[in-house]
Nanobody, 115 residues
Framework: QVQVVESGGGLVQTGGSQRLSCAASGVIFSISGVGWYRQAPGKQRELVSG???????NYADSVKGRFTISRDNAKNTVYLQMNSLKPEDTAIYYCYIRQPPYTYWGQGTQVTVSS
């Protein structure tokens, strides 16, 4: 059974930092593409950042230079370090694990950036 569990969300002030973690089990994590989407109220879910099994990363333009994704295959965990947070980063952040043909999702973790 696949499990994807996020942690690390919460309330932070503008300009602050936060790190999200996502731990997976039941998948071959080391070869899976993993990453983060987010969904703000009234908006569509959007890709924030992803990292392939080979370590190639990509970022949404809105977070480039502020967010850093990384993975620890020994711990089956992916991280999202978020710096210089802005109110527009407020959203529910969802972790995904992509092991074709399947994509597995976490339950989401709320990040709220106060102005």
């Amino acid at each position: 059974q696949v499990q994807v569990v996020e942690s690390g969300g919460g309330l932070v002030q503008t300009g602050g930092s936060q790190r999200l973690s996502c731990a997976a089990s039941g998948v071959i994590f080391s070869i899976s593409g993993v990453g983060w989407y987010r969904q703000a109220p009234g908006k569509q879910r959007e890709l924030v950042s992803g990292i392939t099994g080979g370590g190639k990363t990509n970022y949404a333009d809105s977070v480039k230079g502020r967010f850093t994704i990384s993975r620890d295959n020994a711990k089956n965990t992916v991280y999202l370090q978020m710096n210089s947070l802005k109110p527009e980063d407020t959203a529910i952040y969802y972790c995904y694990i992509r092991q074709p043909p399947y994509t597995y999702w976490g339950q989401g973790t709320q990040v709220t950036v106060s102005s």
